[in-house]
């Protein structure tokens, strides 16, 4: 069974610039997650859709990010424009539902804001 | 206060040894719990997820303890390869939280 697919992997932009980064999940999984996760933290969730409709996203700047799973299938995070504490990993998980069904992650998008 | 509360550590442990994490919740509300383990600079991966009764996988045990808000993992026979952060997560409602990890080194 293919994973959770991220790209790019790695990604290294000037502060103020735009970047997108693109997910597409285990197949026929409803729920996909965005975590940004910071050096020596955990991850912390941006945004949950269940299919293509938002789920939870209290926790995304909305002032610079965005994020769209219009088919209900893969999805793009944006951030637009990007700022120094931007720099993270940014993991996409999917799982079959939401709740307590097991989240299986990407290999995440290696950010730096220089 | 924080969702989900972890020692980071790091503990250094000799192979063989036994070595055991806890996390602490603040939700009771809280419905499901699970144990990630992440390597260096890899993606989280469940290690297990953790059930009212207990549960054991081989020489991982995880337990919940609802009336005292904290769940925990013990490793026993520690291998090098255990060598990782292990990640407590917390399901409330629809949000996923994470702790910030406890990193564990085996010492030969």
């Known amino acids: 069974e293919a994973g959770v697919a991220q790209s790019p992997r790695y990604k290294i932009i000037e502060k103020r610039q735009s970047v997108a980064f693109w997910c597409n999940p285990i197949?026929?999984?409803?729920?996909l997650y965005w975590y940004q996760q910071i050096l020596g933290q955990g991850p912390k969730l941006l945004i949950q859709?269940?299919?293509?409709?938002?789920?939870?996203d209290s926790q995304l700047p909305k002032d610079r990010f965005s994020a769209e799973r219009l088919k209900g299938v893969d999805s793009t995070l944006k951030i637009q424009p990007a700022k120094l504490e931007d720099s993270a990993v940014y993991l996409c998980?999917?799982?079959?539902?939401?709740?307590?069904?097991?989240?299986?992650f990407g290999p995440g998008t290696r950010l730096t804001v220089t | 206060r924080k969702e989900v509360e972890q020692d980071p550590g790091p503990f250094n442990v000799p192979e063989g040894a036994t070595v055991a994490f806890n996390c602490t919740y603040s939700?009771?509300?809280?419905?499901?719990f699970f144990w990630y383990r992440q390597d260096c600079r890899k993606e989280p991966k469940l290690l297990m997820s953790?059930?009212?009764s207990g549960n054991e996988d081989g020489r991982f045990t995880a337990q919940l303890n609802r009336a005292s808000q904290y769940i925990s993992l013990l490793i026993r026979d520690s291998k090098l390869s255990d060598s990782a952060t292990y990640l407590c997560?917390?399901?409330?409602?629809?949000?996923?939280?994470f702790g910030t990890g406890t990193s564990l080194t085996v010492i030969p």
């Open positions: 998980a999917s799982s079959l539902e939401g709740g307590s069904y097991e989240q299986y």
């Open positions: 197949s026929g999984h409803a729920t």
């Open positions: 859709f269940q299919n293509n409709g938002v789920v939870d």
């Open positions: 939700n009771s509300a809280s419905q499901s």
């Open positions: 953790v059930y009212s």
């Open positions: 997560v917390v399901n409330t409602g629809n949000q996923f939280y």
